[in-house]
């Protein structure tokens, strides 16, 4: 049923229902108490006056052509089941708005709001004109969470500090203005990912590269701009808190604003500016570069035929996983055999993994951290040896801190070839020694060698031995 209003409605405490659309062209009022609901559509013309003291329903489109509409004291909800909009040529006003629709609302005209918007269901997006949600001074808004938010762009007006209720379609991700000194007009809008992350001015040294919020003042004074971080939804840098700033871009450059920031980098928090008149794009900034993943340790046994390998991380921030790499070569062909996920939690963690790959001779490993935005880094290189090469022909006392001492339990004699390898495959020694059957050798260290495993290599051309060395 379509219904079009041409003369005086007055809604008095009592409600009136349609089933698909109304059209005002008269002049509508809808009085305390009086509740108008059940519409699909709703137009409210040019030569309109609609003066909503009550509750509007509207459950499909909502388009506005009265200039000039006032705001009433009553209450818009828009709770359609289907995708809604609200259109027309020239904004929609309203006291109080409701919005309920799961299936989300798109902005073709200004909604502008003088009371308290609840964010009830739904995401709300704006058009690419831009169109605006306008907060109005003295208005406010409760309610807005991820599944519930603007997706496009926000207005304030007023003297009032404001959290803009903004967001992608995932996450809310707000940013606040406070302290304004006037009266100001200030639009915001969420973005991701970061844009010429690599144009800063000192002290900047990095800003936060997967998102940022636009902030334009359109008139007014000053403000102090708050932004935030929630690592569990967008992946969080990993800074010392002193070294946290907001940057905002300026010339082309992300610029310090001189930001005071508080919280934990691995879970929330929250960074202030000093009041700023210059506006446009801000984010997170940094005057120091993140603090890298330590890797306290990384080792590997062979047991029983399977590679156990074991490493110690701390200060885990955005690690998305560790790669177990190993190759027959050491220096090349490496080929990823497993992955663990990161835990990020901050604290000091122990990792585990099992290779039951089999092998003869020696294998290398290594762990190639990749971070949550692509980023990656590779340990250092270390070797496991298979114990059936070691069939006691030679022993080695071990460790070893200037020398190697080798013992011959076999019955060759003459001259053997030693090599002594580093874990990355290195070549550190080598040489020619004599030993006489059950006699022994003193291999000299040159005098610069670092502490860490070795490999030992003595061969002939009937004897292939081959041994781990710590080096103390």
């Excluded at 059940?38 to 509750?55: D, E, I, P, Q, R």
């Excluded at 519930?148 to 940013?175: Q, S």
Aim: net charge neutral; charged share 15%; aromatic share 10%.
């Amino acid at each position: 049923m379509k219904c079009k209003i041409v003369g005086l409605l007055l809604l008095i405490g009592s409600s009136s229902t349609a089933q698909d659309a109304i059209r005002n062209t008269g002049n509508m009022q809808i009085h305390t108490g009086g509740a108008m609901t059940g519409f699909g559509n709703f137009s409210n013309t040019s030569t309109a006056v609609l003066l909503n003291n009550g509750s509007l329903y509207v459950k499909g489109t909502l388009t506005n052509d009265q200039v000039s509409m006032a705001a009433g004291t009553g209450a818009l909800y828009l709770n359609g089941t289907s995708a809604q909009s609200v259109t027309g040529s020239a904004f929609f006003r309203t006291y109080n708005l409701n919005t309920d629709n799961a299936a989300g609302i798109t902005l073709n005209n200004d909604l502008r709001i003088t009371g308290t918007h609840t964010f009830t269901n739904g995401l709300i997006a704006t058009s690419v004109t831009p169109n605006y949600l306008v907060y109005e001074a003295g208005s406010s808004h409760t309610g807005s969470a991820d599944s519930r938010h603007v997706t496009g762009w926000v207005k304030k007006i007023g003297t009032t500090d404001f959290i803009f209720p903004v967001g992608d379609n995932t996450y809310e991700r707000t940013a606040a203005i406070s302290n304004l000194s006037a009266s100001s007009e200030i639009n915001c809008h969420y973005y991701t990912p970061t844009q010429n992350i690599f144009n800063l001015q000192s002290p900047i040294v990095h800003v936060k590269a997967n998102e940022y919020w636009q902030i334009d003042r359109i008139s007014g004074g000053t403000v102090q701009i708050t932004l935030n971080w929630d690592h569990s939804k967008v992946a969080m840098d990993n800074e010392l808190i002193s070294d946290i700033t907001v940057a905002y871009n300026t010339g082309g450059n992300w610029t310090d604003a001189v930001g005071s920031a508080s919280g934990n980098v691995t879970t929330t928090g929250t960074v202030v500016s000093n009041s700023v008149n210059t506006f446009g794009a801000f984010t997170i900034g940094y005057k120091a570069f993140p603090v890298p993943v330590k890797l306290f340790s990384f080792t590997g046994e062979r047991m029983s035929g399977v590679t156990l390998l074991h490493w110690i991380t701390e200060n885990e921030q955005n690690t998305d996983r560790f790669e177990v790499q190993r190759s027959y070569m050491a220096t090349s062909a490496f080929v990823t055999v497993g992955s663990v996920g990161g835990r990020n939690s901050g604290s000091r963690e122990l990792y585990d993994f099992s290779d039951p790959s089999t092998f003869q001779g020696i294998a290398y490993y290594r762990l190639k951290t990749i971070d949550k935005d692509g980023g990656f880094s590779y340990s250092r290189i270390i070797a496991v040896m298979e114990n059936d090469i070691n069939n006691q022909r030679f022993i080695v006392l071990n460790p070893v801190r200037t020398a190697i001492t080798v013992f011959n339990k076999t019955i060759e004699e003459g001259p053997f070839d030693y090599a002594l390898y580093n874990a990355a495959g290195q070549l550190i020694l080598k040489g020619t020694v004599n030993m006489g059957s059950n006699g022994s050798a003193v291999l000299p260290l040159p005098s610069q060698t670092a502490g860490g495993l070795y490999i030992l290599e003595i061969s002939n051309r009937n004897v292939k031995f081959k041994q781990k060395i710590l080096v103390q």
